[in-house]
């Protein structure tokens, strides 16, 4: 990861005191403690933000529960991308991820990641799918039936269920370019690009730790740790050892979209209930 020195970190800012946080934040490496905070922190926000704001919004509304979810995780992840540009101005002087972030240089040829995606996309659109009738339905009926969030099942799409096909489709046209893009980039950035390269202790255990913490932070489906943790872990284990952000960039958001259009498309064809 490209960092500068402390020395050399004054030597370019002299005259600015040091953010002690914001330091630590930029440090190379994360202590253990630490780094689960941030891990996790944005989901607890997320949920929150869903629970008292997004939630009671929409309920006043014709539209499905799914735009509280685009909302809440608007609210928290658009701030942690322009504290992400934030860190890389404290850190260069003007606002860029590379100041910030690791896994930037592009050390692989383009013909090589693109190899790469190609195989990694679809991994982790067949194999989320394939996983939910043995693994997330089984992890939800025995353990989180429980959970009261609207339109909470394990297929993933009850946020969506049992509305009608304008509704549907205005809801993932105006949704869609977030939740089936914006969003999960902003999520690889900051999870692959700001913490995973921070955990250098832990070796080649660091992804694992990674993907697990990031499973776990979708705190709205924990029934889904264990498939997550399955689905992503070639593009997270290849962008780590790579060091080379757009493997994962290419296969999360990637298969995002991949699945918006495919929704899209179903709706469209008059398939109302996904």
Not at 18 to 40: C, G, Q, T
Not at 134 to 161: C, H, K, M, R
Not at 239 to 245: C, E, F, L, S, T
Request: positive net charge; glycine residues 8%.
């Amino acid at each position: 990861m490209n960092t500068q020195t402390p020395a050399a970190k004054t030597a370019a800012h002299p005259n600015r005191r040091p953010i002690r946080f914001v330091e630590k934040l930029l440090a190379d490496k994360h202590s253990l403690p630490f780094s689960i905070a941030l891990h996790l922190v944005p989901g607890a926000l997320i949920v929150a933000v869903y629970a008292f704001i997004a939630a009671p919004l929409v309920r006043q509304t014709p539209f499905p529960p799914f735009l509280s979810w685009a909302i809440a995780l608007a609210v928290v992840l658009f701030p942690m991308h322009f504290g992400m540009l934030w860190l890389g101005k404290y850190r260069t002087g003007k606002y860029s991820l590379r100041g910030a972030l690791g896994y930037m240089d592009r050390p692989v040829s383009r013909g090589k990641v693109t190899g790469m995606i190609i195989f990694c996309l679809p991994w982790m659109f067949v194999v989320s799918l394939a996983l939910i009738p043995y693994v997330d339905t089984p992890i939800y009926n025995a353990l989180f039936t429980w959970v009261q969030y609207e339109g909470a099942d394990p297929s993933g799409v009850g946020y969506l269920d049992g509305y009608s096909q304008q509704m549907l489709l205005t809801t993932l046209l105006v949704c869609g370019p977030f939740t089936g893009f914006i969003l999960p980039l902003i999520e690889e950035y900051y999870f692959r690009g700001l913490l995973l390269p921070r955990l250098p202790q832990l070796g080649n255990w660091a992804p694992i730790f990674n993907m697990f913490l990031f499973s776990v932070y979708h705190f709205w489906a924990p029934w889904t740790v264990v498939s997550k943790m399955i689905f992503l872990f070639p593009g997270v284990w290849l962008a780590y050892r790579k060091q080379d952000i757009r493997i994962s960039i290419g296969m999360h958001p990637g298969a995002a979209a991949l699945s918006t259009v495919l929704g899209v498309v179903a709706i469209s064809l008059g398939y109302t209930s996904l």
